[in-house]
């Protein structure tokens, strides 16, 4: 038996596994999703440590070589690192937190110049007490169920003093179904709640609604998955490449 291989990655154990990320590929796709939405800002969703592969290496590419200057993150700790990492790259990138502002976490939104994305009749209450006219977004439930205010609560949210909207948004919950009834409701939903913030900029789509057509794309779109060479109608798609 001849002798073994080196190992290409000598700081790891040889039986530790490694995986290799390709950020040129992170590149390549998230000019895909430029082509399929000119017209909108595409942003980066770099959440969970960018789903296992490196946040703050995907960042700092997307920011130094294709000009992205909008991140979305989970949690305030996560923002706070990728201001850190982006540095001067991108001093004025905006990152937006999902989950939003809790009180033992305001400090955390003022010391990476965080951007909260409003949840909840409290969460607008609690920031704009807190911080009055600095920006945040909101997050409207059209049929998600997951994160976001309910259409009871806009009229209360926008009248709340202090409070200044910048972006309104809101998830397809049937995105990877291009054809799917609810995603045509939760247009309709999401244009009523817009009314109640005329003149802001809007977000409806992460990766599947980037490539379902114009009326999905809005201002913002927010890819997550598709930036990572996934297909986001549940199969492969041979526009994005593997970044793993």
């Known amino acids: 038996m001849g002798d073994a291989m080196p190992s290409p990655y000598p700081d790891f154990p040889a039986s530790t596994p490694a995986v290799e990320i390709d950020l040129d590929a992170v590149r390549a796709n998230f000019r895909t999703l430029k082509s399929a939405a000119p017209a909108a800002e595409i942003s980066a969703v ?13 960042a700092r590419t997307l920011a130094a070589f294709e000009q992205c200057r909008t991140f979305f993150v989970a949690y305030p700790h996560e923002g706070v690192d990728l201001r850190s990492a982006l540095g001067d790259l991108a001093p004025n990138a905006k990152i937006y937190i999902f989950n939003g502002p809790s009180a033992e976490t305001l400090g955390a939104f003022e010391e990476g110049a965080l951007t909260p994305v409003i949840n909840s009749r409290e969460q607008a209450r609690l920031w704009a007490g807190a911080r009055p006219g600095a920006i945040a977004a909101l997050h409207v439930d059209t049929g998600m169920n997951r994160l976001g205010a309910n259409e009871r609560e806009l009229s209360d949210i926008a009248a709340t003093r202090g409070l200044k909207i910048g972006l ?10 291009p054809g799917h009834d609810m995603n045509r409701r939760q247009h309709l939903a999401f244009e009523k ?3 109640e913030f005329p003149g802001v900029k809007r ?11 114009p009326a999905y794309h809005y201002d913002l779109i927010r890819p997550g998955i598709a930036i990572y ?3 986001p109608f549940d ?9 793993a």
């Open 46 to 58: 770099v959440k969970c440590d960018a789903y296992g592969l490196g946040a703050m290496a995907v």
């Open 168 to 177: 309104v948004m809101s998830h397809l919950a049937c995105g990877f179904d």
């Open 193 to 195: 709640a817009c009314a």
């Open 203 to 213: 977000s409806l789509s992460a990766s599947a609604g980037a490539f379902m057509g």
């Open 229 to 231: 060479g996934a297909g």
């Open 235 to 243: 199969r492969p798609d041979p526009r994005l490449k593997p970044v």
